[in-house]
């Protein structure tokens, strides 16, 4: 006789339960130092270009300003494309395999106190031809 659908899903439900109490007997893991969740992100907003080759990322190092930067995806080679001394790496977007388009702008800075326009910015995946 085959069990219905209840019996198997409580039979189910029996050993998730059974499976999580040995799990509250191990040992608890240490808890992340509250730090973790008020720091900045190591980098962000991750773009794959057009051939999905290359993935463009914002790093952002400690006490630094956000920097654009490429990484190769086929040998993990990292490469920071673009930097400013005062201001960040904005948006930014693929033109094609090759380039890279973005802006500038302060994250310091709420947006109601920004002065001067962002400007609009090109670069090489490589670095170069920065314009």
Known sequence: ???????????????????????????????PPIESFFNNAAFTGALLSPNARFLAVKVAPAG???ALAVIDLANNSIKVAARFDTSDVGQFSWVNNERLLFNATD???????????SGLFAVDRDGLNFR
Do not use: N
């Not at 029996?14 to 191990?26: C, H, M, R, Y």
């Not at 994250?107 to 326009?117: F, H, L, N, S, T």
């Open 1 to 31: 006789m085959r069990p219905s659908r209840c019996r198997l899903a409580f039979a189910l439900f029996s050993l998730a339960l059974a499976g999580a109490g040995q799990a509250a007997q191990t040992a608890p893991a240490a808890l």
């Open 64 to 66: 630094q300003r956000d």
């Open 107 to 117: 994250k310091d800075v709420a947006p109601g106190e920004v002065r001067y326009g």
